[in-house]
């Protein structure tokens, strides 16, 4: 049997070709997974619940993304479609399944996006009282008008970024992202440095044992180490959502996803265990354990690691948010814009605007992201944050169906070759298990009142309530549309297939554009 698979031909969609290369591909996956803001609130719980080992299951974490990465790349190199995981879940498992795993990429990254700029605003004052020495000023991200005010801010800024053409995209984020890993990079450094002077809090001597997995002396701690990556490593498959904009678009997005991976874990690695030998894993002033400084381990140790240049730490946290919020639009907005072109959505969403971005797409992804944190965040904070916690649920949910998306399509050429045994069947099915065992232990531990916030109706958490609201509302709008425009879903527009033809086939669409 041979090992060749046609690549799958798309009508074009009206995008920008060819304008994002492999560095800038690298830098926007960097950027929306927010490496500065994600370590400084996960190091912290990480090392409450495992000690010294936080690099051991930063390691465990790993493993399953990159598994799916490599899914990812399998499906990218036949079908370089921006619709991603709803295109690719379409042609595996047909319009159902495929519109489901488009909709909860959107539901998580929209809910992220509100989290963003959330989490920008409170460092922005935070910034404003470091470097003035006007501790009051943090006070004003807790006043809700003021941060709702400086929050839509935020997103109008964001907004107004990614709606213009790519190129303004890496430029902002070759910026943001570079000053974001240098601060960081520093920032490790200086932590061995005072372990080597003899001038850290509490040094503590570097061992093989914080990198062996096996050391971790429970389970729960090994599956909360498991559902951390989905949080810190998150935000990787951006890359493959401009699959239509790189040049090379079979090859370069998965490479930018593997190497966006890898590069995210080098960093993480190297700040674990450059605060945890400073620091230790104790719960005194400035330990790892000290539930006090959890939410924000950076701004806590910047003082005693950086002295005077501790600013820059919080300013590299909030420039990690910002392009974050503005990278992270990129892929709720092409994943609409796909679900337009194929019918799956209103034909408004295929609309691309003068500068080959998804125009319509991207702003209806702003207001819905900016009219939820508003209204959250004048209604409950609790709500507001159990909804950025049900979105853990999204996250398996999507990646894991489009982990298994790629063992299906495959199918027919599993045995091919060694290779494609590996990355079409067991590298993929590995990942998607671990990912499906992770959606269903969270769906069942959220239903605990005490999960998340603390709050619950009828007795059952308000995170599994929220979670499985999104869904839901996620299958409502499917049959609306389904009704009301029934050609995606009897495959007219995009038919499920396997990977065993080799003529290359055609797909129909309904685009448009300005």
């Known amino acids: 049997m041979s090992s060749q698979i046609a690549v799958q031909k798309v009508a074009q969609k009206g995008l920008a070709k060819g304008s994002v290369g492999l560095i800038g591909a690298v830098v926007i996956g960097i950027s929306c997974i927010a490496p500065a803001y994600t370590l400084t609130a996960a190091l912290g719980p990480t090392v409450s619940a495992v000690g010294a080992q936080a690099p051991a299951i930063i390691l465990l974490g790993f493993i399953p993304m990159l598994l799916v990465a ?10 370089p479609d921006s619709g991603t995981s709803f295109t690719w879940a379409t042609r595996a498992f047909g319009p159902y399944v495929g519109w489901m795993a488009g909709w909860g990429l959107i539901a998580a990254t929209i809910l992220v996006l509100s989290n963003l700029a ?32 400086t929050c839509l801010a935020f997103m109008a800024a964001a907004t107004f970024i990614a709606y213009r053409d790519m190129q303004t995209t890496q430029r902002v984020q070759y910026a943001l992202v570079g000053f974001q890993v240098l601060v960081l990079v520093v920032f490790a450094i200086a932590a061995f440095v005072h372990v080597a002077n003899g001038t850290a809090f ?90 006090d400084i959890q939410d924000n381990v950076f701004f806590a140790l910047a003082g005693p690691i ?79 944050w159990d909804t950025i916690t049900a979105l853990g649920m999204m996250i398996c949910f999507y990646y894991g169906l489009t982990a298994f998306a790629t063992v299906w399509y495959f199918r027919t050429t599993w045995f091919a070759s060694v290779r494609n045994a590996l990355f079409q069947l067991v590298f993929p099915l590995v990942g998607g298990v671990v990912l499906a065992v992770l ?14 916030s603390g709050s619950s109706i009828g007795g059952v958490g308000l995170v599994f309530v929220l979670g499985v609201v999104v869904l839901v509302l996620g299958a409502v709008v499917m049959i609306v549309q389904r009704v009301r425009e029934p050609a995606f879903f009897r495959g007219r527009t995009l038919d499920a297939g396997t990977a065993t033809g080799m003529i290359d086939t055609e797909v129909t669409s309904r685009g448009v554009q300005d």
Request: overall charge negative.
């Open 306 to 384: 950086l002295g005077p240049l501790a600013a820059f730490v919080s300013l590299a946290v909030l420039s990690s948010s910002a392009a974050s919020l503005q990278s992270t639009f990129v892929s709720p907005a092409r994943t609409l814009l796909a679900m337009g072109h194929y019918g799956a959505l209103p034909s408004r969403f295929a609309v691309v605007s003068r500068f080959k971005t998804p125009g319509f797409a991207t702003l209806v992804a702003a207001l819905v992201a900016s009219a939820f944190y508003a209204v959250m965040r004048f209604v409950s904070e609790n709500v507001l």
């Open 118 to 149: 959330g989490i920008a605003v409170d460092f922005l004052y935070l910034l404003v009282a470091q470097v003035t020495g006007a501790s009051d000023v943090a006070a004003l991200a807790t006043n809700p008008l003021v941060n709702v005010v």
């Open 70 to 79: 490599f899914g990812y790349r399998e499906l990218n190199s036949v079908i």
């Open 439 to 452: 959606f269903v232990t969270t769906l069942v531990d959220s239903m605990d009142p005490d999960y998340g």
């Open 202 to 291: 509490d040094a503590t001597p570097v061992s093989l044992t914080w990198f062996d997995p096996f050391a971790v002396d429970s389970f729960s701690a090994l599956v909360a180490g498991l559902s951390l990556s989905i949080f810190i490593f998150w935000g990787w498959d951006v890359t493959l959502t401009m699959n239509e904009e790189t040049k090379d678009p079979e090859r370069t997005p998965g490479r930018a996803a593997t190497i966006t991976v890898v590069v995210i874990v080098a960093l993480y690695l190297l700040l674990a265990v450059g605060l945890t030998a400073f620091a230790g894993t104790g719960e005194g002033e400035f330990g790892l354990g000290n539930p």
